[in-house]
T-cell receptor, first 113, second 115 residues
């Protein structure tokens, strides 16, 4: 069964450093998403990406965040200057079309110290 | 101040019992609903979905019920097994129109199945 792959599984970074979280969505999918989950809380939407541009973003997704699909297979989330409160699990997801079930990756646990 | 994690509802059942997990959704414009299972340290795993033109859908050992009048979803798990122990989330989205498929998750329910 096709999978969404995320790397690394765990990243520890110093506050103020830049991090890039990487995802390889399912190859024929067209809509791509990043979500995050702070420990013990519900999953929160960050951003959606379609047709090579951001289609929707949440209030969490401020100027410190950016996404890219540089080569038609990878989908990255960059946090320019990490803060302690960015510590969370970050999930990538993709769908073939709206109204279809999402496939989530297994997540990257980001720890900012 | 420091934020405090949500205190998730919990459901504790014996192996073999039927489980019912409930969820209230917020957006009356949502027309596609999904239940996810999340095990510790893993991503959400799809269980079953339902569109707003239906009020019931069955899968293997699972049934989802949708009541649009009161904006309520439920997930029924038949003959619950220890492997069903996890956090269960409902999620809502729009399947078309101006929606780009953003999912809004509910707060989750912790299901614990005792052997």
């Amino acid at each position: 069964e096709p999978e969404v792959t995320q790397t690394p599984s765990h990243q520890v970074t110093q506050m103020g450093q830049e991090v890039i979280l990487r995802c390889v969505p399912i190859s024929n999918h067209l809509y791509f998403y990043w979500y995050r989950q702070i420990l013990g809380q519900k999953v929160e939407f960050l951003v959606s990406f379609y047709n090579n541009e951001i289609s929707e973003k949440s209030e969490i997704f401020d100027d410190q965040f950016s996404v890219e699909r540089p080569d038609g297979s990878n989908f990255t989330l960059k946090i320019r200057s990490t803060k302690l409160e960015d510590s969370a699990m970050y999930f990538c997801a993709s769908i073939l079309d709206r109204g279809r079930p999402y496939t989530f990756g297994s997540g990257t646990r980001l720890t900012v110290v | 101040g420091e934020s405090v994690g949500l205190h998730l509802p919990t459901l504790s059942v014996q192996e073999g019992d039927n489980s019912i997990i409930n969820c209230a959704y917020s957006n009356s414009a949502s027309d596609y609903f999904i239940w996810y299972k999340q095990e510790s340290g893993k991503g959400p795993q799809f269980i079953i979905d339902i569109r707003s033109n239906m009020d019931k859908r069955q899968g293997q050992r699972v049934t989802v019920l949708l009541n649009k009048t009161v904006k309520h979803l439920s997930l029924q798990i038949a003959a619950t097994q220890p492997g069903d122990s996890a956090v269960y989330f409902c999620a809502e989205t729009g399947a078309g129109g101006t929606s780009y498929g953003k999912l809004t998750f509910g707060q989750g329910t912790i299901l614990t199945v005792h052997p």
